[in-house]
């Protein structure tokens, strides 16, 4: 559905984005993961066609012209900083943009009672932005970017500035998309939002990719090894051999296969009062990549 | 276009309900052109421009309340009978523009008593000098026609004939000589007088009064009637200086907004983006002239005659500040930089172009500088428009200025505009 190849954009002496390649399926949610300044929004600005690329080139859906308006049109664009008329109410942006889209009469009428719910904003309607609390805004840039009902969703990081109420909110909205079939660009610099809604991440810094698969895929080959951490009952009589280390009743485990290792003390018939399991995450991938935490 | 009318629509809606922007595009101009055009002086109320004088007739003779009768009828003047104290006092309060008093033996000397008893006194208030010279031309000439009107009628002519001749009889400076000499033509006269057929005599060339009215400037037609046919084209001019400046802000506040991508990410191409902030700055600015036309016509009786002269008037000038516009929005890159610098430059312009002292009262070279300026043509072209009453090829200099103005304006701005986009 969306493919880019090569992409590069500089300002001055800074790469913002430099040099990066990949492939979105049709249906699927593909992340771009990377802290303040990795080169996501440019790259999104890019494949919407309002920035030109100094090198390399972006196909949607076939064609390979973003700037060219029935390409663009199979793509809604929900900015980063918000878009939206403060002076205008609720309503009156969606059916805006939706005219801006050609949609008229009873068409539009529909789509912006379907946005409005979609948002939860049914209620709110007829206020205006302004007044409107911070998740609202987020809820409505979300909205207005499906107006036209596009196959393809470029969402530059969405719950930025959100309470952690509309953030699920958000979160269950996309995850509705996803069932419905529809492509999804996701950036965010949250790990959470990535492990837990894209099928697949890219992990970027400093303008660059650098590894690309699913969540497991990235962890299995960055993560390294889970630590389980169990409190025993008693300490163990010596002729049972456990693995890992023991300190008085503390046992400790690196392992790749944590459940495996956690069946096993079961099998054995040891008896555990506590029980932790480390596992690695994109943010131990993200450091094994770059040497840096993901969030400074 | 229906992209481009959205566009336009829905910032003329965003126009409407920013009260502040508002009141710089409709409030202030109303204000201006009804404050100014009634300090100036514009209407006295009645709408017609006359002049207001305090009558005072001591004479009481039929020469004076004929005289007075006249000056009523006049229409450049109002008048109110008062007593000599209630007129001065009225004049020195400014209720009354002057004071006329008709003194004893006012009709014994015809109104020429100079600085003996029986001359007319006039004062005036010293702020209404102009209006004061005015109504000592229609006091001249009202006199003028009283006497040239008792000589066309030979018995009234007749009537004046013993007074003379006692004067000859008793002035001892006159030789006596002279004085047979004049009493003779009297008996002549009194006798030609008695026998002549009147319209025989009232045939003859008749003599002319100097024609006050008809010279006076501010009863030119092609003057301004009122200080607000003055002042409503300059208000105008402010409606679109404040519009220029709210779709300059707008443009720029699309821009820091966000809103500005999500129009790029839209199927309209940038040009019918420009194109769409263009036409809802052209509506604005039409909507304004219209508005303050309207009022002024209905309730200011600002001149208004030829509609397709104004039509072009207002296309150029709309179309001319919307390229001041485009420019102005790359002044700067956030709302206050572009509200700043756009009004420094339209104050600017305003000054020299004629908008806050009228281009009349200019000395000469700052009338030669607002040649530079869009609102000096501007009001110019409006001006032309309703009570100069120009035809179209009049109006044509002045909207061919406009029209290259904005023409330049616009293509630098969307030049730089498409500059800072990339
Ligand atoms: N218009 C611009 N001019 C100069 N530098 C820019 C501009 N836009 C982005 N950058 C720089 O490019 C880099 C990538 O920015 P961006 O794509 O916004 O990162 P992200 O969205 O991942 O936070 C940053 O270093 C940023 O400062
Ligand atoms: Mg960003």
Redesign the pocket.
């Known amino acids: 559905m969306i493919r880019v190849q090569d992409l590069r954009k500089h300002?001055g002496p800074?790469r913002?984005v430099d040099g990066i390649s990949f492939e979105i399926e049709r249906g699927e949610t593909f992340g771009l993961l990377?802290p303040?300044?990795?080169?996501?929004?440019?790259t999104i600005h890019m494949i919407a066609g309002i920035l030109p690329p100094d090198a390399g080139s972006v196909e949607i859906n076939g064609s390979s012209d973003p700037t060219r308006a029935s390409v663009r049109s199979q793509l809604g664009v929900a900015p980063?900083a918000l878009a939206l008329y403060e002076e205008l109410t609720g309503e009156e942006n969606l059916a805006f943009f939706g005219r801006l889209h050609g949609l008229r009469g009873a068409t539009l009428r529909g789509r912006v009672q379907w946005a409005l719910e979609f948002a939860e904003l049914t209620e709110r309607r007829r206020s205006l932005v302004k007044t409107y609390s911070g998740g609202m805004k987020r809820r409505l840039n979300l909205a207005i970017a499906l107006i036209h009902e596009p196959p393809a969703l470029l969402l530059d990081e969405p719950t930025v500035g959100v309470d952690p109420q509309s953030r699920n909110h958000i979160f269950g909205r996309i995850e509705d998309l996803r069932r419905r079939g529809l492509t999804v660009l996701y950036t965010t610099h949250y790990m959470e939002e990535a492990q837990r809604l894209c099928d697949r991440v890219a992990i970027m810094d400093h303008g660059k990719m650098l590894d690309v698969g699913t969540v497991d895929e990235l962890i299995s080959r960055h993560g390294g090894v889970s630590v389980i951490e169990a409190e025993l009952e008693r300490p163990p009589e010596s002729t049972v051999s456990l693995p890992g280390t023991l300190e008085g009743t503390s046992l400790r485990i690196e392992t790749t296969k944590p459940l495996e290792e956690v069946a096993r003390l079961a099998e054995l018939g040891v008896r555990i009062t506590a029980l932790k399991v480390h596992r690695p995450d994109l943010e131990t991938v993200f450091l094994a990549l770059t040497g840096r935490r993901l969030r400074d | 276009m229906r992209g481009i009318l959205t566009l336009a629509l829905k910032d003329l809606l965003l126009i409407w309900r920013d009260k502040f922007g508002l009141f710089w595009i409709l409030g202030f101009p109303v204000i201006y052109a009804v404050f100014f055009g009634s300090v100036l002086g514009g209407g006295h109320g009645d709408g017609s421009g006359a002049t207001s004088i305090a009558l005072t007739d001591e004479d009481q003779t039929e020469f004076s309340q004929e005289f007075t009768a006249r000056l009523a009828s006049s229409e450049a003047l109002s008048v109110t009978p008062m007593t000599r104290e209630e007129g001065r006092e009225a004049v020195r309060l400014g209720r009354q523009a002057a004071q006329v008093v008709l003194p004893t033996g006012f009709g014994e000397s015809l109104g020429f008593g100079g600085q003996e008893e029986g001359g007319l006194e006039i004062a005036i208030d010293p702020s209404r000098r102009a209006e004061g010279a005015y109504l000592q031309g229609i006091l001249m000439s009202t006199t003028f026609e009283m006497i040239t009107d008792r000589f066309m009628d030979p018995e009234r002519a007749r009537e004046w004939l013993p007074d003379l001749r006692r004067d000859v009889e008793e002035a001892p400076e006159i030789p006596g000589l002279q004085r047979d000499v004049l009493l003779q033509f009297y008996d002549a006269l009194d006798k030609f007088l008695g026998d002549i057929d009147p319209d025989i005599y009232q045939s003859g060339p008749a003599l002319q009064g100097p024609r006050v009215e008809a010279v006076s400037v501010t009863r030119d037609p092609s003057g301004p009637q009122s200080a607000y046919e003055i002042m409503f084209p300059v208000a105008m001019l402010w409606g679109l200086m404040g519009c220029t400046a709210g779709f300059a802000i707008s443009l720029v506040r699309e821009r820091s907004r966000g809103t500005l991508l999500r129009l790029r990410v839209s199927p309209l191409s940038r040009a019918q983006i420009l194109a769409g902030k263009g036409l809802a700055c052209f509506l604005a600015c039409s909507a304004v002239i219209v508005m303050l036309l309207a009022l002024g016509r209905f309730l200011f009786n600002i001149r208004f005659e030829n509609p397709p002269a104004f039509a072009l008037a207002l296309a150029c000038t709309s179309l001319a500040f919307v390229g001041i516009m485009m420019l102005l929005s790359t002044l700067g890159r956030t709302e206050e930089a572009v509200g700043g610098s756009s009004w420094a430059v339209l104050l600017l312009f305003g000054m020299v172009g004629g908008a806050m002292i009228p281009r009349f009262v200019m000395p000469l070279w700052m009338q030669a500088l607002s040649n530079f300026s869009p609102i000096s043509w501007g009001i110019r072209a409006m001006e032309g428009a309703t009570w100069r009453g120009f035809t179209l090829v009049e109006l044509a200099p002045a909207c061919g200025v406009l029209l290259l103005f904005g023409a330049v304006c616009f293509s630098l701005g969307v030049a730089i505009l498409s500059r800072h986009e990339t």
């Open positions: 300002y800074i913002a990377g303040n300044g990795a080169g996501k929004t440019t980063q």
